[in-house]
């Protein structure tokens, strides 16, 4: 049973900076594709970033590109998600997610990330203006 954990969420300024961490557990975690994804209120689940298992790999989306980095540490099981730059429209749910069979691809025509197996329970995110 794989288990994600989400953590780092909080109410920040726009502007300011917020670091969610996910906590994985359950399987082998250095084969996984990682990602964030986010729902504001009213409205449908975005991509925002994820990371490939070595790390060398990364997609985002195009709402936070520069603004935002995904990274991962295999030996804490963990990804990360860096938000810099906060604005008031990335005031949301965030969400992790994991890939574990290697299904997942990235469709760029939709700036969408498909085929994540598992999700965690998500963390507010609430940027003020």
């Known amino acids: 049973q794989v288990q994600l954990v989400e953590s780092g969420g909080g109410l920040v300024q726009a502007g300011g900076s917020l670091r969610l961490s996910c906590a994985a557990s359950?399987?082998?975690?250095?084969?996984?594709?990682m990602g964030w994804f986010r729902q504001a209120p009213g409205k449908g689940r975005e991509f925002v970033a994820a990371i490939d298992w070595s790390g060398s790999s990364t997609y985002y989306a195009d709402s936070v590109k520069g603004r935002f980095t995904i990274s991962r540490d295999n030996a804490k099981n963990t990804v990360y998600l860096q938000m810099n730059s906060l604005k008031p429209e990335d005031t949301a749910v965030y969400y992790c997610a994991v890939d574990d069979d290697g299904s997942s691809w990235y469709a760029p025509d939709r700036d969408y990330y498909y085929g994540m197996d598992y999700w965690g329970k998500g963390t507010l995110v609430t940027v003020s203006s």
């Open positions: 359950g399987r082998t975690f250095t084969t996984w594709t």
